[in-house]
């Protein structure tokens, strides 16, 4: 069974589309009903009230062919939660998954920022989340995150230096006593948190890896071909 899994989390990253419509929000164990926020204004002489909506907008069948798919790799997903032992790697993936989708549901952009750079950890290091990252770990996973990502070495220059900014910036809001982060760096995690493990879900080098050691064993040897 999917039930101990299902929560915010999974479901959530699962039913996010291309266009990450807010609208298009579902949850299981984490589930937010859809709510009617009411306000009372007053501006002058003028009195007035205004609503809005917020939570589950609209039904979304999980019968429906996106849940499954084998292009976004959600079919690998499904096979993982269903295995009575997931390889290291899996797990990983799966806490990864769950990490993205407690981000999307948060909706202060520090506090989600802090949750997709747990996700990318889960993915690419082998300590646990919440622990300090030496310079030389960030600088592993930075690596190992541009060849898992991207072609070229300008694409891949790039994609390292935009990982070690993050991972300042995560330092920073963590161990540092830094207020907070912008709402493009919480993207930014976003974004490289959901690529990551679409990639280790849907690339074939990566389908026979069991670890994260195997991971980083495997970038290595793109690094020196």
Not at 39 to 58: D, E
Not at 114 to 136: C, D, N, R, W
Not at 196 to 223: I, M
Request: glycine share 8%; hydrophobic share 35%; with cysteine.
């Amino acid at each position: 069974g999917v039930g101990h899994f299902v929560r915010a989390g999974w479901v959530t990253f699962r039913a996010t589309r291309a266009d990450d419509d807010p609208h298009y929000n579902l949850g299981v164990f984490g589930y937010r009903p859809k709510a009617k926020l009411e306000c009372f204004r007053v501006w002058g002489p003028n009195t007035g009230s205004a609503f809005t909506y917020h939570g589950s907008l609209q039904e979304v069948s999980l019968s429906d062919e996106h849940f499954v798919s084998k292009e976004l790799g959600h079919d690998r997903i499904w096979e993982a939660l269903e295995k009575g032992s997931p390889s290291r790697l899996d797990r990983r993936i799966l806490t990864a998954v769950d990490w993205i989708g407690r981000g999307h549901h948060d909706p202060d952009p520090t506090d989600a920022f802090v949750q997709y750079m747990f996700a990318i950890e889960a993915l690419l290091t082998h300590s646990e989340k919440g622990v300090l990252i030496s310079p030389s770990i960030a600088s592993q996973v930075a690596e190992t995150a541009a060849f898992v990502l991207a072609d070229g070495v300008q694409h891949r220059l790039e994609t390292e230096k935009q990982m070690k900014r993050l991972y300042s910036a995560r330092s920073g809001v963590v161990h540092g006593g830094k207020s907070g982060v912008s709402t493009t760096q919480s993207l930014g995690a976003l974004y490289l948190a959901k690529t990551l493990t679409r990639r280790l879900l849907t690339g074939e080098d990566f389908r026979d890896l069991h670890t994260v050691q195997d991971l980083h064993a495997w970038a290595k040897r793109k690094k020196y071909t």
